[in-house]
């Protein structure tokens, strides 16, 4: 074909299946050269990759130390974490990605880096000081079958702040810059705090400012609650309402979670059924992450669209302000001084709202360091492009995402772990008796609660059986007196009420009592019972049904 002839092929156009892939084909072809062009890169985020539009969504958990964060997770996935330890001191000191994976290890910082799979490839620039205190966790595990989570370093107060503070500037990582490089991708911040220290001190206050910019996805959680009376709760909430409005100076008033996030007994029982209602919303909004993945990508492509359409106009002004010959150095100076006042005549010459501007204090820092002989000026074509994204592009993704939110409502969301025993049994009566299976048993094997039934069935005899079984609200009942967090009683309930009936007899009430014992002791529950654990007669029914 002549090169005539090639001129006149059209390109057929490109065919858009989902709300990800249109995303970063709009960021590839519109918004990264105009990031690149401008010099984006090096005042703000650095560039997407494509794992950071296909990664699941991820959840980051801050707080400063032994504010339970790590137990947090741990209470979310009913699993111990590969290389975590848990403590009354510091014992998070680094950054750890909680991720799937089949095989149970620890990928350290500087190999996980240079995973094209994994969204953490831009961390590199915060240098092998960081990197040496960041690693990912790999575990197979259903929770994480759907999310990620990040764990942070505990942020210390008082006096070991200050330590903390010079420790870690020596250590040659800007802990706020991290933390706001993940507040930006990730779809979930959890910020949590100690009923009994509700002090933010200077490190943490600097931490949460690094939040700021990403609000919406904020979820305050007020833990270890079951420490104090309601009278002192209700005290120790309005407190902490009232330093999170000192810190985070808007008028809005940021969701509170209040509950104690462990698989431990309560050890103030009267806010009992207020925690379980706080539980359940918090553990919804988690549940519902991966429904809302591609419209929090979406909503964050925007927010950064509108901020390198700023940043354009400020670099482009600051390079038609500077002279062309003589004394650079003096109006480099005095424009730095003057970004507030530039920022005005931008926001009023573009019609561009206050809100889409960065900080000033922080962006005249960064201006220092710059040559503005470099800047650009603006070019008609790529701010074209820019606003052909955000009026008509984004727009004809919507159809594309109201039809993904459509088939992802019948999605269950988040499963596994303690996001299993929120909607079991009598726990939950909008799904009462899920199914759940005891594949594998053998009925040869000894049953391993026979030496103790003697003293349940007193237990269950004196709690007034109807025809042999005991109703859903009197074994409920029984069940939390023993303070266990409803969470956990709904799995043991799960996984004793073997004939899925919505009662229990004499050999399941056994089979809770025994399990609810095992857990008091601090072990862990099974994902689905073993042979010893079924009642013999189970077992013949079981082999009968087979």
């Not at 005539?4 to 092929?9: A, I, L, S």
């Not at 494509?50 to 801050?62: I, Q, S």
């Not at 700023?310 to 062309?324: D, F, N």
């Not at 988040?414 to 053998?442: L, S």
Request: aromatic share 8%; net charge negative.
């Amino acid at each position: 074909m002549s090169r005539w002839g090639r001129k006149n092929v059209k390109k057929a156009p490109e065919v858009i299946r989902t709300v990800t892939e249109g995303l970063k084909s709009l960021y590839r072809k519109k918004l990264l050269p105009l990031e690149q062009f401008y010099g984006f890169h090096d005042f703000h985020s650095p560039s997407l990759e494509d794992a950071d539009f296909d990664n699941k969504p991820m959840v980051l958990v801050v707080g400063q130390y032994s504010t339970g964060k790590t137990t947090f997770i741990k209470y979310l996935l009913e699993q111990d974490i590969p290389g975590s330890r848990i403590g009354p001191e510091p014992t998070t000191d680094c950054f750890t990605a909680i991720m799937h994976g089949e095989v149970e290890g620890v990928i350290p910082g500087n190999a996980l880096i240079v995973d094209p799979n994994k969204p953490f490839r831009k961390l590199n620039p915060f240098g092998n000081t960081f990197l040496n205190r960041f690693q990912c966790a790999q575990m197979p595990n259903q929770v994480l079958e759907s999310i990620s989570i990040i764990d942070t370093p505990g942020i210390l107060s008082g006096a070991k702040q200050r330590v903390s503070r010079g420790e870690r500037s020596n250590k040659g990582y800007d802990f706020p810059a991290v933390l706001r490089w993940f507040a930006e991708r990730v779809d979930r911040i959890i910020l949590l705090f100690d009923a009994h220290k509700l002090e933010i001190s200077d490190e943490f206050s600097e931490a949460i400012g690094a939040l700021k910019g990403n609000e919406d996805k904020l979820r305050v959680v007020l833990n270890k609650a079951d420490m104090v009376g309601t009278q002192q709760l209700m005290r120790v909430y309005g407190a902490l309402m009232w330093s999170l409005g000192k810190v985070f100076n808007t008028p809005e008033v940021l969701r509170v979670y209040i509950g104690s996030f462990w698989s431990e007994p309560l050890m103030v029982a009267d806010n009992r059924k207020l925690f379980e209602l706080e539980e359940e919303d918090l553990f919804a909004d988690i549940q519902n992450l991966p429904r809302n993945a591609a419209l929090r990508k979406l909503n964050d492509l925007v927010k950064r669209a509108r901020l390198v359409r700023v940043h354009a106009h400020i670099i482009s002004y600051l390079k038609q302000e500077m002279p062309s010959m003589f004394r650079k150095d003096n109006k480099k100076k005095n424009l730095i001084y003057q970004l507030p006042v530039i920022f005005s005549k931008i926001q009023l010459q573009y019609n561009i709202s206050a809100g889409d501007f960065p900080d000033c204090a922080k962006m005249q820092e960064q201006l220092m360091v710059h040559d503005f002989t470099k800047f650009k000026t603006l070019k008609p074509h790529l701010m074209t492009a820019l606003d052909e994204l955000l009026s008509a592009d984004i727009a004809k993704l919507m159809p594309l995402l109201r039809q993904e939110e459509l088939e992802a409502g019948d999605q269950p969301g988040v499963q596994g772990g303690a996001f299993i025993g929120t909607r079991a049994g009598p726990f939950n009566e909008g799904d009462p008796f899920a199914e759940e299976n005891g594949e594998g048993c053998e009925e040869e094997e000894d049953w391993v609660v026979t030496k103790d039934k003697p003293k349940y069935d007193e237990i269950f005899y004196n709690l007034a059986p109807n025809e042999g079984k005991l109703s859903g609200t009197k074994a409920k009942d029984w069940m939390v007196s023993s303070r266990l967090p409803n969470s956990v009683l709904g799995r043991i309930w799960k996984l004793s009420d073997l004939d899925h009936d919505g009662m229990l007899d004499d050999e399941e009430f056994a089979l809770a009592s025994h399990l609810i014992e095992v857990k008091l002791e601090g072990h862990g529950l099974p994902p689905e019972l073993p042979a010893r654990l079924i009642p013999p007669s189970k077992r013949r029914q079981k082999g009968s049904d087979a």
